[in-house]
């Protein structure tokens, strides 16, 4: 039957069985189906899981490889080394074991910090004593003995009938034996001192109040004593120097009156006192003049009368509402931007430091040399070398001068030379972030004051950090056709070191930036609070009105800086090239009959003496400024120099010998070279701006017709900036476009840019010239192209929180000026 129902043709019901077959079919075959893509998202599922999970490992690992920066501690050692080598500062224990042997001195009769006084002998300051060059280079050079280390003292002599101020040297250290080469100066020139500051404003502060008392709240809305919030005090103030005020025996100061407020030096009042201060015993001081609503009165009695009476034109002030809107300060207001609190860039070393410090000796690349602190004069970097050649025995800065311009007394007379508060002393802590790169190292200075028998220290007083300026060293890319086509460039990445200095209300930044290619660059900018007056018509041609009663005062910033240029060895020559206009033949190549064509050309020209070497720049007759042996030339006969190129020249306006500028009289000139003397080490000094009738330290006498032809030479640079302020001043006055900076630059000095060797350049070449769609290759020099890690975190705010002595020092009454 079966076979017979084979064989014959399927009737209606036939095909519905059959169909109903294929259908089941059909649905198992879906159900397979389900099942196996079910299956295979399973095991895609699991695979992804799997994967997340090797990723989460890598990842963890790569984590725990790269969760901070190294930091190459080993090779950041800032601690002083067991020999402390010539260039190195006075450190704590020699300064305890000098103090130790000049307590034990008779003939001093010393007093201790505690015990000081304008009628007392002690020790104000000291620092170590550069140690003589032509020993201190056989000893680098020849391996000869070091120079012995040596302190230079300075003491006041108040107990002396004729008081004055004893300078000495004390060594050998660290146990001293001898005090040498003692020099006296006048007890009228010496520095600002805690003890006259102090009693100078005592007495000032209580004789005021109790006779015009009712005069300072009338005027200004506060009083000097018994106040609470409207308290004004006098906070700042001027030199009256024996040039200034005719009378060579007198040594007298301007007292300014200020409320006080965030920032006092911005709230101008027109109450002034001239003090005079010439005696060593504070209860002899006394008041010389007073200056008030636009007049001058001898007598605080003369002032108190004439206010009674109507005499003098009464001032009316309010006392400023001491809050984070007023003008004068730093708080964050205004505009507020971004709109969220975003951090900003921030660099980081991947593969750590790459640069060492051992005590205050640092290499960078191939770069080494000394850092310091002078405690009068600031910043000084010694031995600085280049592939273990040196090309500077010293470079430093030496003073910083702003001399001002008012109809008001104080101001008028406020040409300050900042070495009179020590300018080492007031370069104070650096912040992580906003003065500093978060990665720099910081080094720490310590001074020797008055009114502390230990050592002060400023924690953060240098910062040193690598920096990619964000610019090209050099680059080039060729693209043409042919066979040549290349990029090859090398960012301008560099070391500097910075300090930054605050006297009183105006801030300076200090950079020694060290590049790649062998140049140094030295910087100077200005930043901080503009002293003001207050306005009266006679003030407008002064500058502009800031403010409804304020007027901001035209000065002048000046700094001067030591070169000491040692370009293979100490013969050097100085050579100017002149830019010279010419005319020359055109006959050859045109038509016109005598024709001539313009252009320029170079004069080489040797300078032999001191008296012509020191320059006023002339902008109508360009030139550089060379410096070399000239027995080490290139294979071409071309000396191998370094050039200085001054970028920061202003010209000193104030009339040569009148006033105070016979104290700067290194303003004179943008730039001086003088035959190196050991009596010459620094072109001022701390009593420079007392001294203008007769300079400790005369710069004019530097420059005479010594030979400096292949002598050991030093360059003298000033740089300086006049500021006229304006509103956008307010509340301190920004950097920008206010550095002044100068350059030495190797200038035949090698055979090519040194910084070719650097592994910071990045070459591309394609694979094949003529086929570029075979791509590019990127050489790195060894470099890791993506070298990662997490910055180290820093702890700053936890740091100065347990330890405020980090910013904000130890105070003292001379700081409060």
């Known amino acids: 039957m079966d076979d017979d129902r084979a064989d014959k043709p399927m009737n209606g019901q036939d095909h519905k069985m059959a169909d109903g077959e294929k259908t089941e079919k059909f649905r198992r075959m879906i159900g397979i189906l389900r099942i196996a893509v079910v299956v295979l998202c399973i095991v895609v599922i699991a695979l992804i899981v799997a994967f997340a999970l090797v990723a989460t490992q890598l990842q963890t690992k790569l984590d725990s490889k790269t969760e901070s920066c190294p930091s190459n501690g080993n090779d950041i050692n800032l601690a002083p ?161 024996p040039m200034s005020s005719g009378e060579m025996m007198a040594r007298k100061m301007w007292f300014w009156l200020h409320p006080d407020v965030e920032f006092f030096i911005t709230h101008s009042y027109d109450f002034l006192v001239l003090m005079d201060l010439t005696s060593n015993n504070w209860d002899e001081y006394a008041i010389d003049k007073i200056f008030y609503g636009g007049q001058k009165f001898d007598s605080l009695e003369d002032l108190k009368n004439a206010y009674e009476f109507g005499s003098v034109e009464k001032t009316r002030m309010s006392y400023p509402l001491n809050d984070r809107e007023l003008f004068s300060s730093m708080n964050r207001r205004g505009n507020l931007f971004p709109e969220k609190p975003l951090p900003p860039p921030r660099e980081f070393e991947p593969m750590g430091k790459r640069y060492s410090i051992n005590g205050r000796h640092i290499k960078y690349m191939n770069w080494d040399f000394d850092v310091r602190m002078s405690t009068i004069s600031g910043p000084q970097l010694f031995d600085i070398r280049y592939n273990n050649e040196r090309i500077v025995y010293e470079l430093s800065l030496q003073d910083i001068a702003v001399f001002y311009s008012a109809d008001s007394p104080a101001v008028r007379f406020a040409d300050y030379v900042d070495s009179v508060a020590l300018i080492g002393s007031r370069i104070r802590s650096l912040v992580p972030g906003a003065d500093c790169p978060t990665h720099s190292t910081f080094l720490s200075a310590d001074h020797v004051v008055e009114f502390s028998e230990e050592p002060f220290r400023v924690e953060h007083a240098f910062c040193v950090f690598e920096h990619n300026t964000g610019k090209p060293l050099r680059r080039h890319l060729s693209s043409s056709g042919g066979t040549n086509k290349f990029y090859e460039g090398m960012a301008d990445i560099v070391f500097t070191v910075r300090t930054i200095a605050t006297v009183i209300n105006y801030d300076y930044v200090f950079d020694f930036t060290f590049h790649q290619n062998g140049a140094v660059e030295v910087t100077a900018i200005s930043t901080g609070y503009i002293i003001t007056t207050k306005r009266f018509s006679p003030e407008d041609k002064y500058g502009f009105r800031l403010r409804e009663q304020t007027i901001g005062n035209i000065h002048h910033h000046m700094f001067h800086f030591k070169a000491d240029m040692d370009i293979h060895g100490t013969k050097n020559r100085f050579e100017t090239i002149e830019i010279k206009p010419v005319k020359v033949d055109n006959t050859l190549w045109s038509s016109k009959d005598g024709a001539r064509y313009a252009q320029t050309e170079m004069v080489r020209q040797q300078v032999q003496k001191e008296n012509r070497a020191a320059l006023k720049y002339n902008f109508d007759n360009p030139k550089y400024l060379t410096f070399y042996n000239d027995e080490v030339k290139s294979e071409f006969g071309v000396p191998r120099a370094y050039r200085l190129l001054h970028k920061g020249m202003s010209k000193q306006l104030v009339e040569e010998g009148s006033g105070q500028e016979p104290s700067i009289s290194w303003a004179r000139y943008q730039l001086a070279v003088t035959k190196y003397k050991e009596e010459e080490k620094r072109s001022s000094s701390m009593y420079a701006i007392w001294d203008a009738a007769d300079p400790v330290v005369d710069f004019r006498k530097f420059v005479d017709d010594e030979v400096i032809y292949d002598e050991d030479q030093v360059v003298w640079v000033t740089m300086g900036v006049h500021h006229i302020p304006h509103m956008e001043d307010f509340p301190v006055t920004p950097t920008v476009g206010l550095d002044l900076s100068f350059y030495l630059l190797p200038y035949n000095y090698f055979d090519e840019d040194p910084a070719m060797g650097s592994s910071d350049a990045i070459r591309v070449e394609p694979r094949h010239q003529m086929k570029l769609n075979r791509g590019l290759k990127v050489f790195r020099y060894g470099v890791p192209e993506n070298a990662q890690c997490i910055p180290q975190a820093t702890s700053y705010d936890k740091d100065v929180d347990a330890n405020p002595n980090i910013v904000f020092d130890t105070p003292s009454e001379f700081d409060s000026i």
Do not use: W
Not at 81 to 100: G, M, Q
């Open 81 to 241: 080394p067991e020999v402390v080598p010539p260039f190195h500062d006075l450190t704590r224990d020699e300064i305890s074991a000098i103090k130790e042997f000049l307590y034990g001195q008779p003939d001093l009769n010393l007093v201790h910090p505690e015990a000081i006084g304008t009628n007392t002998s002690y020790i104000y300051t000291m620092e170590l004593n550069v140690p003589n060059k032509a020993v201190t280079l056989n000893h680098l050079d020849k391996g000869r003995a070091a120079p012995s280390r040596e302190a230079k003292v300075y003491v006041f002599r108040g107990d002396k009938p004729a008081p004055y101020v004893e300078e000495f040297v004390v060594g050998p250290l660290p146990n001293p034996v001898y005090k040498n080469n003692e020099e006296t100066r006048s007890f009228l020139y010496r520095p600002l001192t805690t003890p006259e500051l102090t009693a100078a404003i005592t007495i000032l502060t209580h004789t005021v109040h109790n006779t015009i008392g009712n005069v300072i709240t009338e005027s200004y809305g506060g009083s000097l004593m018994d106040c609470e919030d409207n308290c004004v005090g006098f906070k700042m103030i001027s030199t009256m120097s």
